[in-house]
Structures are given as C-alpha cells and as structure tokens.
C-alpha cells in the first residue's frame, strides 16, 4: 500500500489569503486526487493532478480557485486562493498505486478561514 | 457521469446484531466498488471491495454483495462491536477514473 504524507494536518487562515497543500507519496503511482470534505459530509472530488500537465477539474472548481501542480509521479499540490470562510473544509489527497485500483487517502488537512 | 445513492443515512444497532448498507449506481460501465470506512477525525480507509465480475465477497464479519443486473451493491456487517462505528462510505469507479462516493452512512453500534 502507498503511504501518504500529506501537510499541513491543519491550519487556521485570514480570509483573502492562499494556503498550499502538499502531498508526497512514497512510490510512484499513476493517478493523483484531490478530494474536499466538509464537516458531515462525503467527499467531493476537486480535481485529478495530471503529471506535467493541466489538473483536470470537475464541474464547479476552477483552475484560478484551486491551482494544482504536480511535477512528478509522486508528488502534488494544491492551493486554495483568495480564501473566504466558505472554504474551510478537509481537503484530501487521494492516490492509486502502478497496477491498481485500490484509492488511498492522506490524512487530510483541517483548514479553518476566519 | 456516475452517481452513487446510498442509503440509510444514519443506522442504529445493538452490538451483536448485523448492520446492512445499500448503495445504487447509475453507470453500467461501473466494474470496481469500495467500501470505505472512516473514524472521527481520521482519513477514509478501504475495508472491502468488489468487481463487477464477481457476485459476493466476503472478508471475516464483512461481506459485500453485487446485483449488476439492478446496480446496486451492499455492504453486510456482522456480528457488529462498537469499534464498528463510524461512517462508512460506498464508491463506484468505472476504471482509470476518480472515485464517485456515496453520502456516507453513519453507524452506531450500541453496547
């Protein structure tokens, strides 16, 4: 299984700012995801972190609000901009590892706007 | 695209009792099926999974079941213990494609 660091665990904003999230995996693995979960709820994919190219992101996240990179096979970002208490929120890096299917998740980061 | 409905919301059982949890999908391309579950406070984790070519699995006190045919699939929990409770969340996945999550279900098991 793939074990995922992913940071910060959690942090608490000023509205208008941008916080990135790193997610570091320690194998290659063929597909990278970011996932939002609001308190209660399920979890609702932003976006696939495509490597070298252009995340690709679902209906009603936008590249502007929530830019993603990821360089290499296994690591990716995500930055969530211009912050607004709407945002806060688990945001969780997803993998699937060479030859699978199975999807692991990071630990998640708690991240309060205020 | 895919769409995963799943039901009951919450779910109450007596400890030693069974718990069952019922998801539908809407993509008949749709050939990989998770469960996870996931602690307060900690990260979703898979417990059992299932392909669309095999009918029923089971895994100890877990068994997961498959109707292709009406595109739905269960989860069946028994023997239940109150380490049992959290919120599970079924998936469906029609391959090389992210995760589509049911709503969860939050399970309580009563001691």
């Known amino acids: 299984s793939a074990v995922i660091s992913q940071k910060p665990s959690r942090d608490i904003c000023q509205r208008g700012t941008s916080l990135t999230i790193q997610c570091q995996v320690d194998?290659?693995?063929?597909?990278m995801f970011w996932y939002r979960q609001q308190p209660g709820q399920s979890l609702t994919l932003i976006a696939t972190a495509n490597q070298g190219s252009e995340a690709t992101y679902e209906s009603g996240f936008v590249i502007d609000k929530f830019p993603i990179s990821r360089p290499n096979l296994t690591f990716s970002t995500l930055t969530v901009s211009n912050m607004s208490p709407e945002d806060s929120s688990i945001y969780l890096c997803?993998?699937?590892?060479?030859?699978?299917?199975?999807?692991?998740f990071g630990q998640g980061t708690r991240l309060t706007v205020v | 695209g895919e769409n995963v409905e799943q039901h009951p919301s919450t779910l109450s059982v007596q400890e030693g009792d069974s718990a069952v949890i019922k998801c539908t999908y809407s993509?008949?391309?749709?050939?990989?099926f998770p469960w996870y579950k996931q602690e307060l406070g900690k990260r979703p984790q898979l417990i059992i999974d299932?392909?669309?070519?095999?009918g029923e699995k089971k895994d100890q006190r877990i068994a997961v079941t498959l109707n292709k045919t009406a595109k739905h699939f269960s989860l069946h929990i028994t023997e239940t213990q109150p380490e049992d409770s959290a919120v599970y969340f079924c998936a469906g996945d029609s391959g090389n494609t992210p995760l589509v999550f049911g709503k969860g279900t939050r399970l309580s098991v009563i001691a």
């Open positions: 194998s290659q693995v063929t597909m």
């Open positions: 993509d008949s391309a749709s050939n990989y």
């Open positions: 299932i392909r669309s070519n095999v």
């Open positions: 997803s993998v699937i590892g060479l030859g699978g299917t199975e999807a692991f």
